[in-house]
């Protein structure tokens, strides 16, 4: 018998159409080529500590680091009984499919329950990027062997065992450290990738607070040549830069000093000399299609729609065959589906849709983009439309969604943008003066994306008059035109998920940023969008008008937390690691050790934490920390929360302690008062929490 592991029910009713005579049984469907079953993504979870040890229901910091010598799953409760049904499958097959998502987490969520049965039957893999007909038919008839994807799985285990790591213990370190400086019911869900991000939105905000604006004084000069007049931008020299009207980034901010050049370049004599006229032809390749990141902050600035939306909207696509695996990182497509363009293409031009109607019309399947790349393709693609035409209505979140992937799939099929680009280099008054003409050849592609408007410091004329190196020029005017500095944008969720993926512009290091520039940033394609839904649940974050700002909670967190937690360098290293690790680069051993040696080191600094004491709580006189109130066998008194390293403790006055008067030690009596119920942490207490 063979035996189809899906992913999710909606996955294994359309591959058990395509294998034809479908069936429906308990949990399962029997077809003309096989039984198919599925699972309910993980079905399997990491263990919580207290499965490690009892000891660890309690929250103490001398506990930690909590490291498993042998990692455990549990059944997740909700899915006990599907569990049952697959394993009880997996007995009886003779072959087994995997068929979870073409992705780290679809190989591990399959893989860890053959590996937890104890299956040693043989495993092929098929990779679903798409759920139509011909889509499936294709990946069925192209199985792989399932171990060729052994290095996918032990990057997505590290994944999971590293989040467990960082979010079990340093959680419970923080939050503790947090508790001891008064700050009952606070908990700190500590994440491997979501506590870098919500530091992005930290800083960025107190950039924004701190930021004065700065005038500068930008001075633009026409002259005039043989041919025409143009306009060139006044360029000072290295020497001029270190003068004092200028700032550390090359602005000119001495206004009187501005105005003495405009004179200076007024005055006769007028005459200057091009030094330099080169006219260069570019050519601008396509848009690249869409992974899911580049797809939601492309919704994100089209529609205002976040990035939770667009993961939802582009499932739906993908459920209903209309649109390829929504969750790629991928922005490059096999050259096996170049053939399938022509068929895409005529389905996109019977579309209901005047605005892009030329756009399909008139694509042309005989050009390939350099989107066509089987290099840059691992087990999943960009997202594209299926062969499936689109024949029903769909929400407006779903069409505009479908209408941004057609869009960036029809240009792949235009010419490239050609254009002359013009510099030329003024020199005048012994200074140099520079502009920047351009003139369209072949508008291609970009007939039907607007190029975005340049800065308007370094605006030039759109057309340059004919010039030749060496040829005389007059000052006509020159004119000085004044600007200022702008504070930085506030993040939105789509442009945070840019600067997750784009996270090497946020790293301290200098040298990491090169090293970073590459990489696929933190976090993956499919939960972006969740850690920062996470985060605005949790009330980190909270929006207005779409717009993100840090609440108390989240700069109490941050501004405790030491750099190494709240840069994303160590984070977006891990995350290039993990990738060369699925390509067989690294291990699971060495890259494991990093991070117990790393959440080592973090809580042992969570003792030096500088948490700011809560309002309204009593500080130790001895310590510093707080002071909580208790229930002993002699009445109520007020024990210091640091106990049993600082055992002050004062009688209850009036429901606050008594500083004046005597000192009590209570010997045992604290016991373990000062640790806390697991209970009061049940909203954070899965590893799922921790990413």
């Given at each position: 018998m063979r035996l189809y592991i899906a992913e999710k029910p909606s996955m294994a009713r359309e591959l058990a159409t395509c294998l034809k005579n479908p069936h429906n049984g308990n949990g399962y469907i029997k077809t003309s080529g096989g039984i198919v079953t599925w699972l309910v993504g993980h079905v399997l979870q990491q263990a919580e500590p207290d499965a490690y040890d009892p000891k660890y229901k309690k929250w103490r910091l001398e506990d930690l680091p909590i490291v498993p010598k042998q990692w455990k799953l549990e059944i997740t409760p909700s899915t006990v009984k599907q569990f049952g049904i697959v394993k009880d499958l997996i007995a009886k097959a003779d072959e087994i499919i995997h068929a979870g998502d073409p992705d780290r987490e679809g190989q591990l969520l399959v893989d860890e329950v053959l590996d937890f049965v104890g299956n040693k039957k043989p495993v092929k893999r098929i990779l679903l990027n798409a759920l139509d007909e011909t889509s499936i038919l294709r990946a069925n008839a192209d199985l792989r062997d399932n171990a060729e994807f052994f290095n996918l799985k032990q990057s997505a285990l590290a994944r999971s065992r590293a989040d467990w790591l960082i979010g079990m213990n340093l959680s419970r370190a923080y939050t503790l450290a947090a508790r001891r400086l008064g700050h009952d019911g606070l908990v700190l869900p500590i994440g491997r990738v979501k506590t870098p991000t919500l530091a992005l939105v930290v800083r960025r905000e107190r950039e924004i607070t701190n930021f004065k604006p700065v005038d500068f004084f930008n001075i633009r000069v026409m002259f005039a040549n043989a041919n025409g007049d143009f306009v060139a931008q006044f360029k000072p020299s290295k020497k001029m830069l270190d003068l004092p009207a200028f700032d550390s980034e090359g602005r000119l901010i001495d206004k009187k000093f501005a105005e003495e050049l405009v004179k200076k370049f007024s005055t006769a004599p007028l005459d200057g000399k091009i030094a330099s006229y080169k006219t260069t032809e570019k050519k601008e390749g396509q848009p690249l299609p869409f992974s899911l990141s580049s797809l939601q902050v492309a919704a994100g600035k089209a529609f205002g729609y976040t990035p939770q939306q667009v993961l939802e909207a582009a499932q739906s696509l993908y459920e209903k065959k209309f649109t390829t695996y929504p969750r790629s990182d991928c922005e490059y497509l096999p050259t096996s589906q170049f053939r399938d363009a022509q068929r895409i293409l005529k389905n996109l031009s019977r579309l209901n849709n005047d605005s892009m109607k030329n756009l399909f019309a008139h694509a042309n399947p005989q050009i390939k983009s350099r989107a066509w790349n089987d290099k840059k393709i691992s087990a999943h693609h960009a997202i594209i439309p299926t062969q499936k035409p689109l024949n029903v209505q769909l929400p407006a979140v779903e069409l505009n969604v479908y209408n941004l992937i057609a869009k960036n799939y029809a240009v792949q099929f235009y010419p490239l943008h050609v254009y002359d680009e013009t510099i030329v280099e003024v020199k005048y008054k012994g200074e140099k003066f520079t502009a920047r003409g351009k003139v369209v050849k072949q508008a291609g592609w970009r007939e039907f994306y607007v190029a975005p408007k340049v800065k308007a410091d370094d605006e030039t004329e759109a057309l340059l008059p004919q010039m030749k190196t060496g040829d005389d020029v007059k000052q006509k005017k020159s004119a000085l035109k004044k600007s200022t500095t702008k504070p930085p944008v506030r993040f939105t969720s789509s442009s945070l998920?840019?600067?997750?993926?784009?996270?090497?512009?946020?790293?301290?290091?200098?040298?990491?940023?090169?090293?970073?520039?590459?990489?696929?940033?933190?976090?993956?394609?499919?939960?972006?969008?969740?850690?920062?839904?996470?985060?605005?649940?949790?009330?980190?974050?909270?929006?207005?008008?779409?717009?993100?700002?840090?609440?108390?909670?989240?700069?109490?967190?941050?501004?405790?937390?030491?750099?190494?937690?709240?840069?994303?360098?160590?984070?977006?290293?891990?995350?290039?690691?993990?990738?060369?690790?699925?390509?067989?680069?690294?291990?699971?051993?060495?890259?494991?050790?990093?991070?117990?040696?790393?959440?080592?080191?973090?809580?042992?600094?969570?003792?030096?934490?500088?948490?700011?004491?809560?309002?309204?709580?009593?500080?130790?006189?001895?310590?510093?920390?707080?002071?909580?109130k208790r229930k002993g066998k002699n009445g109520d008194f007020w024990g210091c929360t640091s106990y049993p390293k600082c055992r002050t403790t004062f009688d209850d006055k009036a429901g606050k302690p008594d500083f004046d008067g005597k000192k009590i030690f209570r010997g045992n009596s604290f016991d373990d008062k000062g640790d806390f119920n697991p209970a009061e942490f049940a909203p954070m207490r899965s590893s799922a929490d921790f990413m």
């Open positions: 998920v840019q600067g997750m993926k784009d996270i090497h512009k946020y790293v301290k290091n200098p040298e990491s940023k090169k090293q970073l520039k590459d990489v696929y940033g933190i976090g993956t394609e499919a939960t972006r969008a969740a850690i920062i839904e996470d985060l605005i649940q949790r009330e980190f974050l909270r929006v207005v008008k779409k717009t993100l700002y840090p609440t108390e909670k989240a700069y109490l967190l941050i501004d405790a937390l030491p750099d190494e937690m709240t840069y994303p360098d160590e984070t977006a290293i891990w995350e290039d690691k993990l990738h060369s690790m699925s390509e067989g680069d690294g291990t699971l051993e060495d890259f494991l050790a990093g991070q117990v040696a790393f959440t080592s080191k973090l809580c042992a600094e969570a003792t030096k934490a500088k948490f700011a004491a809560a309002e309204g709580a009593f500080q130790c006189p001895k310590c510093g920390s707080a002071l909580v």
